[in-house]
């Protein structure tokens, strides 16, 4: 049986489902949607044939060419369209849901699979994700601070605690800063990074707070949709003030177990903006494992850096919130009811959730 379906439905019912992604590697490696598997139907050489000689010569002789590879595999779409479903419903998209997710869902569909295609295909779950990241709204919680405040460990503590979060540099696979890259995985492409925000926001129940790190609007190669951008500006910011010493231990504690050629590469990044005078400074500390000295240095950057942008989010209601000591889990217990006590600011209006 296949049976076409919009966006909406296919995420309602996609548990039930596997659902193939029947681009090119090429394509499905730019961008997909998270928890799809690649089964693609041409390769991308086999792709680039075709589309030249629809390009060279004409659409019907494409059309036979793209039948003569993909009937090479029939077999092999079937079983491995078993494998991957198990007793499973399927779902297919293309980029446009044209012909090859019509083609393999007609295929699936004679070997017996409940088969639901995506109208539309990727392109059309692009412009929704977009479009919900934009329009849905919730009550965001920012958390600022200067650099080495634990805003990363506090958000986490607080999740432990039972507040909703989107951590924004987990999805991001980078902290921010010129350091961020340090100890991550390679960052997903733009396209990729939006996928994945938009799936872990669509989960979250947007009648109640979530606490965001306050981040730039790049994330090291990434950037933060301009919708969702937005709100997160207009959104009060609790402040997390957190004595200096306690700011450069925490960094010490994370940075200091990473060689000292790939600090010092860091630190070159932002050269220009530190200064020569500084960087010798931090590489000289480095050089003599002084990694307390060499956080100060870099904290002599980053709290400009900071503070400019906390100027530039007028619109926002900005609360500072005091802590001597960087203890993660009192802090968030202690944010919890901070934030109880300031909710009037920022209860708004909300889309319905889809």
Known sequence: MVKTADITSLLQTRTDRVLLDVRTPAEFAQGHIPGAVNLPLFSDEERAIVGTIYKQQNPELALLKGLELAGQKMRWYVEEARRLAG??????????????????????????????????????????????????QAPFIILGGYTGSGKTEILHSLA??????????ALAHHKGSAFGALGKASQPTVEQFENELFEAYLHLDKSHRIWIEDESKSIGRVYIPAGFWQQMVRAPHIKLEIPLQERIQHLVNIYATFPREKLIESFTKIKKRLGGQHLSAATEALERADYAEAARIALVYYDKT??????????AVIYSFQASALNFTKIANDLIHFADSISHHYLQTRTTDC
């Not at 432990?160 to 540099?169: F, M, N, V, Y």
């Not at 900071?306 to 619109?315: D, S, V």
């Open 87 to 136: 007793k499973r419903g399927i779902a297919i998209h293309c980029w446009r849901g044209g012909k090859r997710s019509e083609s393999m869902g007609w295929l699936l569909g004679q070997a017996g699979f409940d088969v639901m295609i995506l109208q539309g295909g990727y392109k059309n779950y692009r412009r929704f994700i977009h479009q919900y990241l934009a329009e849905v």
């Open 306 to 315: 900071y503070a400019y942008g906390l100027q530039q989010k007028q619109e």
């Open 160 to 169: 432990r605690a039972g507040e909703q979060i989107l951590d924004l540099e």
